[in-house]
């Protein structure tokens, strides 16, 4: 009986410590979190390094990769900030980071890893070619291809390789580079070839005859025929010079 008062007694001030302490803890809503899913925040990476990044969007593949679990954040104004180290034209796996901010205040960084692979259009053979061939406009073609690393000693313009005399077999479907082939002459000494002079609407020609071997757009000697006189003049071609007057 002494057990049973004593509990009846301490009822009361339970009850007021149970109210006071309900009146001071302020209730928590469910509208006061808001939620950041996985997808939103790689479609927002994804977002960012397209607009941030110098290459063409249309010749860039991104892909963002985030594990983590959807974000539980305070209510109020949103704010991704996302900072991508080094240059802005990266290619491969590349560290991005996030900071999230709320009502101004920082919530949470967290790191994402992307991919960039990047599309190049790139010189390549349309055959087998031979060592010692002068590649003509049939032997190259241009191809896109994609990367997920940087090219080097790649060619992309085909005028650049067309009239080069390749110096190694090359393998059909096999990119250009510049030490696969050397330039060759255009004209060599003995070719005969026809003298130019413009100016203006007024053109006048003259047989001649390279007295140098000559690359396209450098200057060579070259005797006119109807004077005998050297002169010197530009290789615009295999059969013509262009002289200045």
Known sequence: MKIKSRLFQAAPWLSGLIMVLLLCTPPVFAGEYQELTGATITESARNYLLNEMDWDPNDVEVKVDYTGKA???????LKMDFQLAGNHRPIGRIPLSLVLTVDGEMIRKIWLNAR???FFD??????PV?????LTSGDVEIVRVMSSRPLRNIIYDPNEVIGQQTVRDIDHGQNIS???????PLVKRGDRV????ERNRLRITAPGVVKEPGFKD????????QTKKIIH??????KTIKVEF
Not at 122 to 127: I, K, L, M, N, P
């Open 122 to 127: 790139v010189v390549q053979t349309t055959r």
């Open 233 to 238: 003049g530009t290789v615009i071609d295999a």
């Open 194 to 197: 026809l003298i130019v002079a």
């Open 71 to 77: 974000l539980s954040l305070p209510e109020g104004e």
């Open 116 to 118: 960039v692979n990047v």
């Open 178 to 184: 510049p030490y696969m082939v050397k330039r060759v």
């Open 130 to 134: 031979p060592r010692n061939r002068v």
């Open 218 to 225: 450098t200057i060579v000697q070259v005797e006119n025929q």
